[in-house]
């Protein structure tokens, strides 16, 4: 069976980069009829934000990535990996470094003053000397000295690692007895029965030290994918300007959760040239050595574009609930189907469509200037008056085709062209050029509304 996980340290936000690892990590397990595991790797106390451990599981459940059992927290298991560095060090695997940090700082000065890689070089790895009084002391890993590790990846192939240029005997317990990432990380996968894991390619450098502690402890290794990064257009690492910023910005951004995740899963897998995935498909095509083995570039078009497929396709009644975690309630407007029918295929994002909608159900309270020198010439008024007496004598007014034959009433009996009507009456029902159709706009608001807005408008401009 295939077990995953996502092991997230809350220091900051989730970010893109993140949720698609995440993402890549659901989708093969339940692909497999696996689990995919949630970790939170909260050792770090001095670092540590509950407000982004919160968070992180907040955007799990917008997104709908449900994990497999409860939420593994590292900060509960100090006593767990207490018992493997005491293992190590009964076994010789380990030992006590009281090296200090002043030495280690003149061993590092003259190392690089020699041009040779920074290492800690084993002083106290079999140590039978006198020990400092009252010195404090780390733990350290006995590392192999000498050959090769290799790490067979799923996706850069096997990955050859010589020692030399890579290992020390690197320290697995601070001075005040707390783990260290690479320990805990290799402890908790093994206990966890993490078998693939799934993480971006800036963790490869620390696979090898894993490794060391999988192989010193007798555990099984798993298989690596790691993934390239996301760039920028410009082949850049992402900045918050970017799109590198907190996933559940994307939801205040109004975009939806498919449309996050359909853009996700398509930075850097593919499956010939389709765009659009189901979250079905998505966890029946994905496989992780489909992955590309450059880095994916981030396109917010991209985004967006997906982003209007997914509200054109998603049901007014869907939408309706939607936008109200955006504050508009449409559930009492009777002409609510038609006011999102219109805005489907207007609106890129949910936030996008509210903004569109409010345009429409809020009263102007000043008109565009520029839009108002080209819709008020000679002549206006009289078309406007035209309109608007049409307007309250008519009967049936209900779709907007109702509305459309009063306008082509007005321009055949006038003789003029449609722009004559057209232009005024749009700024007068919502102060601007632009939006849907004016007929649309008119059977959305209704009669009394059109009327209303119609005489404040004549009214304004006259005055």
């Not at 402890?217 to 082949?235: Q, R």
């Not at 985004?303 to 209007?308: G, I, K, P, Q, T």
């Amino acid at each position: 069976m295939v077990v995953t996980r996502f092991a997230p340290s809350p220091t900051g936000y989730l970010h893109i980069g993140g949720l698609r690892t995440a993402l890549f990590s659901y989708l093969w397990a339940k692909k497999n009829g696996g689990k995919f595991v949630l970790r939170i790797e909260d050792t770090d106390k001095a670092r540590n934000s509950e407000a982004a451990a919160i968070g992180i599981v907040e955007a799990f459940k917008w997104l709908g990535l449900e994990h497999d059992g409860e939420i593994t927290y590292q900060s509960q298991r100090d006593d767990i990996y207490k018992t493997y560095i005491d293992q190590l060090l009964d076994e010789g695997k380990a030992y006590k470094c009281y090296m200090s940090k002043e030495e280690l700082d003149r061993l590092r000065e003259s190392q690089m003053a020699k041009k040779e890689r920074t290492r800690y070089e084993g002083k106290y790895r079999d140590f039978s000397g006198e020990i400092p009084e009252g010195a404090e002391f780390v733990i350290r890993i006995k590392s192999p000295e000498s050959g090769e590790i290799i790490v067979k990846d799923g996706i850069k192939g096997d990955v050859v690692f010589n020692v030399k240029d890579i290992l020390d005997d690197f320290i697995i317990a601070r001075s005040d007895g707390s783990p260290t990432y690479n320990f805990v990380v290799a402890i908790d996968d093994a206990l966890m029965g993490i078998n693939e894991v799934i993480r971006g390619d800036d963790h490869l450098s620390n696979t090898p030290k894993q490794i060391v502690v999988y192989e010193a402890l007798g555990f099984t290794i798993p298989m690596f994918y790691h993934v390239p990064m996301i760039h920028n257009s410009d082949g850049k690492k992402l900045s918050k300007r970017d799109g590198a910023t907190d996933v559940m910005d994307y939801k205040k951004q109004g975009y939806t959760p498919q449309s996050l995740l359909n853009f996700l899963v398509r930075l850097g897998w593919s499956h010939g040239d389709q765009e659009i995935f189901s979250f079905e498909e998505m966890i029946e095509l994905f496989d992780p050595k489909d992955i590309n083995k450059s880095a994916s570039i981030y396109n917010t078009e991209k985004l967006n574009w997906l982003s209007a497929h997914y509200i054109k396709n998603t049901s007014n009644a869907e939408l309706s609930k939607l936008l109200e975690e955006y504050g508009l309630i449409l559930s009492s407007h009777d002409k609510a189907e038609i006011l999102l029918d219109e805005m489907k295929d207007r609106s890129t994002t949910l936030v996008a469509m509210k903004e569109n909608i409010d345009e429409i159900l809020k009263v102007p309270t000043e008109y565009d200037e520029k839009a108002s020198k080209k819709a008020f010439k000679e002549g206006w008024s009289e078309v406007l008056n035209n309109f608007l007496t049409k307007l309250e004598s008519a009967q049936e007014l209900h779709l907007p085709n109702d509305y459309h034959k009063l306008m082509e009433e007005v321009v055949e009996e006038m003789e003029i062209g449609f722009g004559k009507i057209g232009m005024p009456l749009r700024v007068a029902m919502i102060g601007k050029m632009g939006g849907p159709g004016l007929d649309s706009i008119m059977a959305i608001l209704g009669k009394a509304e059109s009327i209303k807005r119609l005489k404040k408008c004549i009214g304004t401009q006259r005055g």
